[in-house]
Nanobody, 124 residues
Framework: QIQLVESGGGSVQTGASLRLSCAVS????????VAWFRQAPGKGREGVACIDSQGEVNYAASVKGRFTISYDNAENTLHLQMNSLKPEDTAMYYC??????????????????WGQGTQVTVSS
């Protein structure tokens, strides 16, 4: 069983930075994908970034160049470095994991395990 616990959210002003972390417990086998999603009030869950076991990364167009996803294998922790934050980045941020090959990284149905979420609020 895999468990995911997010941390690092908070309230910041436009242009600030935050670093989200997601502690992964349980066994990630040799093939996996871990990702960050977000959900703003009244909106659907949106894929933000993904990294797989081969090190391949993908980003949503809205965050490319501002956010950086990374996975620390030694610490079994997923990170999301968020720079130049904007009010439209305000959302609950979730980490997600899938064992095995993934077809569509930004589709929430691809992921089997989810964290409880951490709130990010960006004020103008």
């Amino acid at each position: 069983q895999i468990q995911l616990v997010e941390s690092g959210g908070g309230s910041v002003q436009t242009g600030a930075s935050l670093r989200l972390s997601c502690a992964v417990s349980g066994f990630l086998n040799s093939s996996f994908a871990v990702a960050w999603f977000r959900q703003a009030p009244g909106k659907g869950r949106e894929g933000v970034a993904c990294i797989d076991s081969q090190g391949e990364v993908n980003y949503a167009a809205s965050v490319k160049g501002r956010f950086t996803i990374s996975y620390d294998n030694a610490e079994n922790t997923l990170h999301l470095q968020m720079n130049s934050l904007k009010p439209e980045d305000t959302a609950m941020y979730y980490c997600a994991a899938r064992l095995g090959w993934i077809a569509k990284w930004d589709a929430s149905y691809e992921y089997d395990y989810w964290g409880q979420g951490t709130q990010v609020t960006v004020s103008s």
